[in-house]
């Protein structure tokens, strides 16, 4: 919205017709008593053309004056010329009938309404001025401070300032409100982008994060069982087909779990179960195709947690499971879920060579251990990791319960 239209909004703009036709209206009724007047001091033709041209510096001046700025301090000059104009020609105009007084009932209200308070005194002045002058000229007098006229229209002036001082107070209040509200509507909007960049990034993440923990673990077993059934070509054929029914059984699950991330639903075995029952699963099947013993125990009373922190519980214990059968070579693995009063913590602990002897995992790339704590640390929770060479590692994810 640029600032044109958004001055339409404040009242002494919308009602700005108004104004324009109280002046028009002033110049066409005083132009109907000169028509009356036998008085006048010119011929008609000469009159009506002087008349033209005071609507047409008026209409055309104003327009020009506003073509760059609408703001009442903004080109303020410009607008005190057009007045001026109008003020000349109105005084040209009196002189040559009496009239067109009656056009100063919509010339006073075009001063206030176009130019700020140090112009606006200016023109009132100079317009009273003008008035005092064609009075006492009219009564053959000459100017007095005596003379009851001149201190009527002083006062008169000086009511008009006061109240152009009052308006243009109230003018300028509702224009600083509003360019507050186009700041704060402009803040806000600015705002409303960074959430929307922020939540697109947040996504994005999340998303690399489900492909971890289902693609790339999948694909990581399905490389294994398939390295394990090359293997055993081409004697063992029992171990063949049993390496080979595991990868088509994994890249099965895998492919289940890459349409449940396309639909941002939660992993297939929390739909139907507790997290216990899902991480008791996970545990077994992770014991099945590993062969390595695990042991798996729940304390506390399990208590409904938001699903998403379910969501990131599980990851963490699938992401652990992995991270041990490709780099521990552990003979046995500890995993506990345990609920107390105000937070749940899974603990992963095994036997391996702890990281100071692990092999880097070309898989990972290290991003595992990086979602866990991102996944974790949104929830206000947070992950540990203590390994030493010869006592294993024990990875520990703590996450508060929300009531």
Not at 41 to 54: E, F, H, M, R, S
């Amino acid at each position: 919205m640029n600032a044109k239209q958004e001055r339409q909004k404040d009242v002494w703009v919308k009602w700005d017709w108004l104004w324009k036709a109280i002046f028009y209206a002033a110049v066409i009724v005083s132009t109907w008593l000169m028509l009356l007047d036998d008085d006048r001091k010119a011929p008609v033709p000469v009159v009506l053309l002087l008349t033209g041209i005071l609507l047409l510096w008026h209409w055309g001046g104003l327009k020009l004056a506003y073509r760059k700025a609408d703001d009442l301090d903004n080109d303020a000059i410009l607008r005190f010329i057009v007045i001026m104009g109008l003020i000349v020609l109105w005084f040209a105009l009196v002189n040559l009938s009496p009239a067109y007084y009656f056009t100063l009932f919509g010339l006073f209200g075009l001063v206030f309404l176009h130019l700020p308070l140090r112009y606006g005194a200016i023109a009132v002045l100079i317009l009273t001025g003008s008035i005092i002058y064609e009075q006492l000229a009219d009564a053959g007098a000459t100017f007095s401070l005596a003379n009851p006229i001149v201190w009527a229209f002083l006062f008169t002036a000086l009511g008009a300032i006061l109240l152009g001082a009052w308006i243009t107070a109230i003018i300028g209040q509702s224009a600083r409100r509003r360019q507050l509200i186009e700041q704060l509507e402009a803040t806000q909007a600015e705002l409303a982008a960074t959430e929307r960049r922020a939540g697109i990034l947040e996504e994005r993440q999340r998303l690399a994060r489900d492909i971890h923990d289902t693609l790339a673990q999948g694909f990581t077993s399905i490389v294994m069982h398939l390295e394990a059934a090359d293997q055993a070509l081409p004697d063992d054929l029992d171990t063949l087909q049993k390496h080979l029914g595991r990868a088509r059984e994994t890249a099965r699950a895998s492919l289940e779990q890459a349409r449940r991330v396309v639909d941002a639903l939660r992993p297939q075995s929390l739909d139907q179960r507790s997290l216990p029952d899902a991480i008791e699963r996970t545990a077994a099947r992770w014991q099945e195709e590993t062969g390595i013993p695990l042991t798996t125990t729940t304390t506390g009373d399990p208590v409904p947690l938001h699903p998403d922190i379910e969501v990131t519980l599980l990851r963490a214990a699938q992401e652990a499971l992995a991270n041990i059968h490709k780099h521990a070579q552990a003979t046995a693995v500890q995993l506990t879920l345990s609920y107390m009063d105000d937070v749940v913590v899974l603990d992963v602990q095994d036997d391996g060579v702890a990281f100071a002897g692990a092999a880097a995992s070309p898989l990972s790339g290290g991003y595992g251990l990086q979602a866990m704590r991102e996944r974790a640390e949104h929830w206000g929770g947070s992950v540990t990791l203590e390994s030493e060479p010869g006592e294993g590692t024990t990875v520990v994810v703590s996450i508060p319960i929300y009531s």
